[in-house]
């Protein structure tokens, strides 16, 4: 088990380092750049910190109390499969899934909050993929990875899906020009999901498979013009902070007028972005009464 996390891993990184490569000699949009406004964030809070605290919950206070409750992986519905046939098993039921649960995110006001952040980027690349709302995780990883552990499938078949997904969830949102020709009719790629990220509103409602394509294609959902799309992200306003962003899925709000609390000035002061805003307001300010101040000497 532990060498196939160790190998896991290792194919992950070398991937990484491929389409990070592959971004720079083949870029989808030109001039992006590699440190690009929330790079941080999604590297350290969403990838990191989020991912371990929430892989903690999932398996140990979710999927683990429901197993010695029910018992399930006792039963050995799929422990006879070979491992590839239980990965491939796993990997088309949680598509099919996931297809219908993000078509539903992007149709249920209430569950778009959940999925809003996913979308904030204005920037999309390897790393985007990895902003997603807590909740959204929590759900999407309790059914992709309680199957598994409940039908009693192999423990490797675990870190192999994950590896799968992983890969797969940075190729989608790699800033890579490619083109999959008929390919694109049965394997997701960049092409297809970077519109979906587009702020176009002909694809707010297309394009929502995630490694088959076929899915799209198949429920009248697919969107692939000859034309790249021009804009990227949300159409409003929406916030730069890990920790803000959940705060507005629940309460709207207006990120810069949160300059005007103290409580929340001091917070801005650890942020880099927010500190060059709350700079330009006070410098919009000192401009608009320079005037007046002028006139009153006068």
Known sequence: MHHVELITTAILLIWVAIVIT????????????F???????????????????????????????LDQ??????????????VWVQVLFFVITHDFYIYWFHRFQHSSPLFWRTHEAHHSGKQVDWLAGSRSHAVEILINQTIEFAPIILLGADPVVVPIKACIDAVWGIWIHSNV??????????????????????????????????????WDWLFGTAYLPDFKPVKWGLHYAFPQDYFLQHVFSMKRFEERRLLRYSLFRRFALLRPA???????????????AAPVASRRLA
């Open 22 to 33: 592959l971004e720079r000699v083949i870029p989808y949009r030109k001039g992006l750049p």
């Open 177 to 214: 020009d490619v083109r999959s020709g008929r390919l694109q009719y049965f394997i997701n790629g960049p092409e297809m999901h970077l519109w979906h990220h587009a702020d176009h509103q002909e694809v707010f409602h297309a394009n929502f498979s995630t490694k088959f394509a076929f």
């Open 35 to 65: 440190f690009r406004e929330g790079f941080w964030t999604d590297l350290v809070l969403y990838t990191f910190v989020q991912s371990f605290a929430l892989k903690i919950i999932i398996f140990d206070y979710l999927i683990q109390p």
């Open 69 to 82: 409750h029910f018992g399930f992986s006792k039963l050995h519905f799929v422990t006879g499969w070979p």
């Open 274 to 288: 927010l500190r060059r805003r709350r700079q330009a307001l006070a410098d919009a300010r000192e401009s608009a």
